[in-house]
């Protein structure tokens, strides 16, 4: 079964610093690959999402995101944090098969001291 | 406005007290699905239906039930709901196109059972 592993339960920051977060999968095949974000009390929202092409890809709010094949990851970053990108961000990746799953890693929490 | 919607937000219940949260899309999509999300697990799928009157089990269907009778709507039922499945509930709903797929996600149903 296909498993999706964030490397960091819980990271803090200060505003302005830089931010990385891993994002490892399991599965050999062809993939699409989303990073979500969940601010306090809301829904999830969609911060970008990678199906070919170009292995970077850049999403809202400044997130870019690194697909390496070879690595089987997918690791989010933002060169500078600002205190309202405190959430909960959750790695997901699309097996392209014909049940439609997409299997979620357990996500990191980020905290953002002003 | 393009959306998924579910009701009741915030539902507290007791033990064994049959219960339905309903999910409804307006973006004409086939596939729909039901998550919990609780804390340090990521969201886990619980259903996930690919068109009326198609549906198939997630990773953790135990004690829920869903029904796809019309394409906009989702129920999930718990028939007899107990304390483990205390739990916050998205319902997501995509379509595919080449392989390529977006879930859209619900604002969420925080449900508590005592």
């Known amino acids: 079964a296909q498993s999706v592993s964030q490397h960091n339960h819980h990271v803090i920051l200060s505003e302005a610093a830089s931010l990385e977060l891993g994002c490892n999968y399991s599965?050999?095949?062809?993939?699409?690959l989303f990073w979500y974000v969940q601010y306090p009390g809301q829904h999830l929202q969609l911060l970008l999402k990678y199906f070919s092409g170009d292995p970077l890809v850049k999403g809202i709010k400044g997130f870019e995101a690194e697909f390496i094949k070879s690595k089987f990851s997918f690791n989010l970053r933002k060169p500078s944090v600002q205190w309202s990108d405190t959430a909960e961000y959750f790695c997901?990746?699309?097996?392209?098969?014909?049940?439609?799953?997409?299997?979620f890693g357990a996500g990191t929490t980020v905290t953002v001291r002003a | 406005e393009a959306q998924v919607t579910q009701n009741p937000r915030y539902l507290i219940t007791v033990t064994g007290k049959k219960l339905t949260v309903t999910c409804s899309q307006n973006m004409n999509h086939e596939y729909m699905s039901w998550y919990r999300q609780d804390p340090g697990l990521g969201l886990r799928q619980i259903y996930y239906?690919?068109?009326?009157?198609?549906?198939d089990k997630g990773d953790v269907p135990e004690g829920y039930k869903v029904s796809r009778k019309e394409k906009r709507n989702f129920p999930l039922i718990l028939e007899s709901p107990s304390p483990n499945q205390t739990s916050l509930y998205f319902c997501?709903?995509?379509?595919?196109?080449?392989?390529?797929?977006?879930?859209?996600f619900g604002p969420g149903t925080r449900l508590t059972v005592l």
């Open positions: 599965y050999g095949g062809t993939v699409n």
């Open positions: 239906s690919m068109n009326v009157e198609v549906t």
């Open positions: 997901a990746v699309d097996e392209r098969s014909n049940d439609y799953k997409l299997s």
């Open positions: 997501a709903s995509s379509i595919r196109t080449l392989g390529i797929q977006e879930q859209f």
